[in-house]
């Protein structure tokens, strides 16, 4: 259980509100998206590349969190389809087994976790994304 009081303020307030979480690993989804919900994101879930595409058809995303290597369309793929009509579009890697290969994808809209994280590093990329929007 998430003690939220213990959390800092500046992980409270976001101006990113709603997350598209795209993991194939079935406990790790479903722990990533409860806690982005206790932390008040609006969050939908996919399971692979072109499940992500299709709900982003549906929904306009403040963010994008999404594993690399995955069935059918692998997270790297994704980005780079992402970039081709949302170029700013601010999107978190994480990966376990090309981590190097998400570093060489950073930039001011996408950044690299390393797996296992803790999900005080991954806040703390969603704060980086915070600076961008407020100019």
């Given at each position: 259980?998430?003690?939220k009081?213990a ?8 101006k990113?509100s ?11 989804s479903?722990?990533?998206c409860e806690?982005?919900r ?11 590349g ?8 549906l ?5 994008i ?5 995955m069935?059918k369309?692998?997270?790297l ?6 970039r081709?009509?949302?170029?700013f ?5 994480v990966?376990?087994?090309d ?5 060489e ?25 915070e600076?961008i929007?407020?100019?």
């Amino acid at each position: 259980m998430i003690n939220k009081t213990a959390i800092p303020a500046v992980f409270q307030q976001t101006k990113i509100s709603r997350i598209l979480v795209v993991e194939d690993e079935p406990t790790l989804s479903v722990v990533l998206c409860e806690f982005l919900r206790i932390m008040n994101f609006e969050v939908t879930c996919a399971e692979n590349g072109l499940e992500a595409l299709d709900r982003m058809c549906l929904t306009k995303f403040d963010l994008i969190i999404t594993d690399v290597m995955m069935p059918k369309m692998g997270g790297l793929e994704l980005i780079k389809n992402i970039r081709k009509v949302k170029p700013f579009l601010p999107i978190i890697a994480v990966t376990g087994s090309d981590y190097d290969t998400a570093l060489e994808l950073q930039d001011s809209f996408t950044k690299a976790v390393r797996k296992p994280y803790a999900f005080d590093t991954l806040l703390s990329k969603i704060y980086q994304f915070e600076i961008i929007y407020s100019d």
